[in-house]
């Protein structure tokens, strides 16, 4: 299994990024996908989550109605579109899955809110 994050970058607040993760290794339409952040010593959030066919998401109260997680299982990458960025979204962004009691994460990607 290897999860690949990409996107992150320095945005200005009330920006917008959109990270990536392209997944390879495991059949990707089969398995539910998340991401996740984590900044210095804080333990890692679940940010988003979406099952199998993308039908069902779920969100941290911090991010809803602002970040949006996509899935194609047919790139076999999974999205998460973030708006309206606050400097406190700041942290490294990781995808994540599970496959057959296995946890699975990506090498992260830095985001970084601020003027």
């Known amino acids: 299994v290897q999860l690949v994050e990409s996107g992150g970058g320095l945005v200005q607040p009330g920006g917008s990024l959109r990270l990536s993760c392209a997944a390879s290794g495991f059949t990707f339409s089969s398995y539910a996908m998340s991401w996740y952040r984590q900044t210095p010593g804080k333990e890692r959030e679940l940010v988003a989550h979406?099952?199998?066919?993308?039908?069902?998401?779920n969100y941290a109260g911090s991010v809803k109605g602002r970040f949006t997680i996509s899935r194609d299982n047919a790139e076999n990458t999974v999205y998460l579109q973030m708006n309206s960025l606050k400097p406190e979204d700041t942290a490294v962004y990781y995808c994540?899955?599970?496959?057959?009691?296995?946890?699975?994460w990506g090498q992260g990607t830095q985001v970084t809110v601020s003027s």
């Open positions: 994540s899955t599970v496959v057959r009691a296995t946890g699975y």
């Open positions: 979406i099952t199998q066919t993308g039908i069902s998401t």
